[in-house]
Structure formats: C-alpha cells, structure tokens
C-alpha cells in the first residue's frame, strides 16, 4: 500500500501525517507512507490541503482533520476496495 499525505508544512498537515502514521501501525499495515509538500505535485491531486491519497486514490481534502478512527477506517476501505460514494470517512 502506498499512502501520501499532502500539505505544505503547516501545523495540520503535520498532525494528518502523525495521525496516518499512527493508523498504519496500529493496523500493522504494510504501508509505505509519504509526505508529499511541493505546491505542484498537491495539485495535481487536491485543491485544499491536508489530503491523503492511498493508492493513487484521494481519500480526504481539506478540513476537518479526519481523526485517528476516522483514518483508520479510510485504509481499511482502501485495503478491501470498499469507499463511500465521495471517498471520505463520512461514508456519504
């Protein structure tokens, strides 16, 4: 599996790459995760920062910042190829 998390640096985006690297090891995921911060590879994905991109797939843009359940759950539906209609933790 391979995860980047996008943002430029900020305050956010760190804490979206902490939580993500939290969720894969307590998934124990064999996952190679990736902080992505050049403005112009973030936007050939998304328009608001933070993202998570798993598999070449975004799975969350922008704000709120997902929590650490919320995360989980999106590697979860990633590894089983499940997603909710947008792709997000809300299932929407």
């Given at each position: ?36 911060n050049d ?54």
């Open positions: 599996m391979k995860i980047k998390v996008l943002g430029p640096g900020c305050r956010n985006c760190q804490i979206m790459h902490e939580t993500t690297l939290q969720a894969v090891k307590e998934l124990g995921l064999d996952a190679e995760v990736e902080y992505i403005m112009v590879e973030i936007s050939n994905y998304i328009l608001a920062t933070p993202g998570l991109v798993v598999n070449e797939k975004v799975v969350h843009e922008g704000k709120p910042l997902p929590t650490l359940s919320e995360v989980k759950i999106l590697l979860k539906q990633s590894t089983q190829g499940k997603s909710g209609g947008c792709g997000c933790c809300c299932g929407g």
